[in-house]
């Protein structure tokens, strides 16, 4: 500690600051130490006009997702203290892990401090300076905080709750599950727990990370196929249980019965043999584009899908186009 003269001087203080990028407001207060104080959030330095100067304290704005607040004082002599009070309700008192002995990293967040003792309350009467923090906060220290720890490292974990992100755009399951005109579409979306990410020993999201809804589709004007007073079918898109008809311009999606599956060549739902004797592959009766080798007749192992854009053709028993599998 310094002795003061009674001579009034005025100062002019600045704040260093990096802008956040969680989206979060900053943090803000004051902050001051006993002589010459070195503050640092997550482990960067923030530099204040009165960080030699302890009865006028220098403003301190830093990012609102910070987790770790630090502060490195060097005492000239009698007495040493570290004194603060942040926006977010952390301020300097018994809470604080504080030590005389310097480690790497030890401003930073994920440092070990549990070696650390407690603050202590420094014992000493620093009047009503700094008056920004007049009864804000404890003056703090080692138990050597009468000049025997001089150079003295405190600090402060701040608990950090997680926040969702905005939402991504809607995603579809697959194609537009209608005969034809407009159908429904099942559809997704999502969101992350880093706006921000819970610090140590903060809260998750509560939530659901997904979202999900049905929603219009368009899978192309129904036309010629399905003609007026005509009743006509045709197979469901990418599900053989199904089936549509068509009745006077309006297609409806119909279902086969337990065990059947729609064959085209014949309109109507026959049942599902899987794999004649001398296939090599037959359809997945979920999803068009897939298939099954047969061994002995019937069907093995995990669906196989076809490249990108193709589809499987019960007829030719190989990938095709889409256009060319009328089950698709």
């Known amino acids: 500690m310094l002795v003061w003269s009674s ?7 600045f704040t260093y600051r990096v802008a956040s990028s969680s989206g979060l407001a900053d943090i803000t207060g004051d902050a001051t130490c006993d002589n010459q104080m070195s503050f640092y959030a997550d482990g960067v330095l923030y530099s204040g006009a009165n960080d030699d100067s302890w009865p006028r304290s ?3 704005s830093i990012p609102g997702d910070t987790q770790v607040v630090a502060v490195k004082c060097v005492d000239h002599g009698v007495v040493g203290g570290i004194k603060l ?3 977010n309700g952390i301020k300097t008192d018994a809470t604080w892990k504080c030590s005389a002995t310097y480690e790497e990293g030890w401003n930073l967040p994920g440092f070990d401090d549990s070696a650390w003792g407690n603050a202590v309350l420094a014992s000493y009467n620093w009047g009503s300076n700094p008056p920004s923090l007049n009864g804000k906060a404890s003056w703090i220290w080692t138990s050597g ?16 709750n997680g926040g969702w992100s905005d939402w991504s755009e809607w995603y579809s399951y697959g194609p537009c599950k209608a005969c034809c005109g407009t159908g429904r579409i099942n559809q997704w979306r ?3 727990c880093t706006n921000p990410a819970p610090g140590p020993g903060g809260a998750g999201c509560v939530g659901s990370r997904y979202e999900f809804r049905q929603a219009d589709c368009q899978s192309g004007a129904c036309r010629d196929r399905c003609p007026a007073n005509t009743v006509k079918y045709f197979p469901y898109p990418g599900d053989r ?9 309006v297609a409806k ?4 019965g337990p065990g059947t599956v729609w064959n085209q060549n014949y309109w109507t739902c026959v049942h599902d043999t899987h794999c004649g004797s001398a ?3 037959t359809a997945d009766q979920t999803d068009c584009t897939k298939f099954y080798k047969c061994v002995l007749g019937r069907p093995v192992g995990d669906a196989i899908s076809c490249p990108e854009g193709l589809a499987f053709n019960p007829n030719s028993g190989n990938c095709d186009v889409i256009a060319s599998v009328l089950e698709c």
């Open 7 to 13: 001579v009034y001087i005025f100062f002019y203080c």
């Open 58 to 60: 220098s403003p301190v």
């Open 85 to 87: 009070a942040l926006s």
């Open 145 to 160: 905080y009468r000049g025997e720890d001089l150079i003295v490292y405190c600090r402060r974990v701040i608990v950090v």
């Open 190 to 192: 999502s969101r992350t």
């Open 241 to 249: 249980r199904r089936f549509c008809q068509c009745d006077n311009r």
């Open 253 to 256: 999606p119909m279902n086969c």
């Open 279 to 281: 296939s090599l592959h």
